[in-house]
């Protein structure tokens, strides 16, 4: 079943100056998150300012290229999806922090990027080989539903208490723009730029609040153009700029922790994705590649000195609520990507951009994937009381398991590197929803029909 109102196909070149201002869009879209993971990281191990600012354009260039393996038909899926920094591997690399705070940045940064590689390589292999076929025939759309609706209702609290409260004002604005320019303006390249005119409109009126004191420096939605004078022209960042990779087995074991999220939400992820795009159900050698990529995505990153990486499922929001699927529209945004984390002083100028905007953009964005995730459900027979319990058994577990998992971190770290596995895959709420429902809908008779298989 496609997407109705599709402007542009996964195919479809649109002209230079729409391809641009499109891929910049998904720039903007998984700038906040994909820049959140490094602010979360840098000061954690100690890192300088100048060092933070660094590590974010590895993560950029890092993610540049990540897009541009994901996208290319024989290396990767082939999809117009968007490579960005996983929340999936944040307690993962916060183990790491812990074992080797003492040895600094530097030697953190190289542990977590053996750990990438060996984890990468081996998730590489397991999609290369199409071993991930195996897998996926547990992953029907009973599973697939619950496991995107809990990442895009998960991240709630990201999108309105850390972000749209800070000032509601300017984030329901944006809010209210998108509504206006996606479904009330019925114009074709109104609707392809929603977002990026909603955030444009919300920095521009924040910006002339600033600069005329009606926001003091300090409040939620001041403009600071400071930063953008003592940003570098040009940077680049290079082949392992923290130095050679260290292949230690607690840090491996660590990371391996989040791969196995990664996966499931990929998959997931791709089923999304192709709706969105208008598509048939990706098939195994499609899904194979994507995974393939996934891993080898995350090797490079560790010698690119970024984090893991893995698909942005805000991005297929994205393409749903404009009705761009085209390809060489998300090619277009990672070579844009690749260029700012190579001119300093761009990078600093969105990063100036105010939380409640970006917090007004997340609202309008995380429900849609939480929405993709109930779309997905519609494959399947929701009219059927296995369903409805399965389904309702791995959403609540989703959003209530993590936050208890993680106040019992003394009590699994106790069990070793078992234990540690077991706490950054049980405090992933999309990870605990796919397994929770993988079991039960593997274990429990049901028809095809009933699966949604058919």
């Known amino acids: 079943m496609a997407m109705k109102n599709l402007v542009y196909g996964v195919d479809d070149k649109p002209p230079f100056p729409i391809m641009v201002l499109a891929g ?22 100690g890192m300088s300012t100048a060092e933070i600012g660094f590590f974010i354009s590895c993560v950029y260039f890092a993610m540049g290229v990540a897009t541009l393996v994901q996208t290319h038909p024989r290396l990767g ?7 960005g920094s996983s929340f999936s591997f944040i307690p993962s690399i916060m183990t790491v922090i812990a ?3 003492a040895g600094g940045p530097s030697v953190i940064m190289q542990n977590v990027a053996g750990g990438l590689i060996v984890g990468g390589l081996v998730l590489s292999l397991i999609g290369y080989s199409r071993l991930v076929g195996v897998i996926r025939k547990v992953i029907t759309p009973v599973v697939i539903g619950p496991t995107i609706m809990a990442i895009g209702f998960s991240l709630a609290p990201t999108a309105v208490q850390f972000n749209a409260a800070n000032y509601w004002p300017v984030s329901l604005l944006v809010v209210g723009c ?7 303006i019925h114009q074709k390249y109104v609707k392809i730029f929603a977002i990026l005119m909603s955030i444009t409109l919300a920095y521009l009126l924040c910006l002339a609040g600033s600069l005329t004191g009606f926001f003091a420096e300090g409040h939620a939605a001041y403009v600071n153009l400071a930063s953008i004078g003592e940003a570098p022209w040009f940077r680049f960042t290079g082949l392992m700029p ?50 393939g990529a996934e891993g080898l995505n995350c090797a490079m990153a560790g010698l690119f000195g970024a984090v893991g990486t893995t698909s942005y499922t805000e991005n297929i929001g994205l393409i749903g609520l404009t009705g761009v699927a085209s390809r060489w529209v998300v090619r277009t945004g990672a070579v844009v990507l690749i260029i700012m984390s190579m001119i300093g002083k761009l990078g600093a100028l969105i990063a100036t951009i105010p939380s409640p905007v970006i917090g007004g953009a997340y609202i309008a964005l995380f429900g849609i994937i939480g929405a993709l995730g109930i779309q997905i ?10 369903n409805v319990l399965i389904v309702g058994f791995a959403f609540l577990m989703a959003l ?38 993988a079991f039960w809908d593997s274990l429990i008779p049901g028809t095809r029909k009933e699966r949604g298989l058919e």
């Not at 910049?24 to 191990?45: D, E, K, R, S, Y």
């Not at 899926?77 to 490579?83: D, E, K, R, Y």
């Not at 019992?408 to 770290?413: C, G």
Request: proline fraction near 6%.
């Open 24 to 45: 910049f869009q998904h720039v903007l879209t998984l700038f906040g998150a994909t820049t959140l993971v490094p602010l979360i990281f840098g000061p954690a191990m």
């Open 400 to 437: 209530g398991l993590p936050g208890w998992v993680e106040g019992q971190k003394d009590l699994f770290f106790g069990l070793g590197l078992v234990g540690q596995v077991l706490w950054a895959i049980l405090k992933t709420p999309m990870a605990v929803a796919g397994i929770c429902a």
């Open 242 to 291: 923290w130095g050679a990779p260290k292949f230690n087995v607690v840090a491996i074991g660590a990371m391996m922790a989040g791969f196995f999220a990664v996966m499931i939400e990929s998959i997931g992820d791709y089923h999304s994705c192709s709706y969105a795009a208008g598509l048939p159900d990706p098939d195994g050698a499609t899904i194979s590649r994507g995974i």
């Open 377 to 386: 459900l519609m494959r399947a027979d929701m009219g059927s009381q296995r």
């Open 178 to 184: 998108v509504f206006a320019f996606s479904l009330v």
């Open 77 to 83: 899926s082939g999809l117009p999806i968007v490579q």
């Open 99 to 101: 074992a080797f705070e």
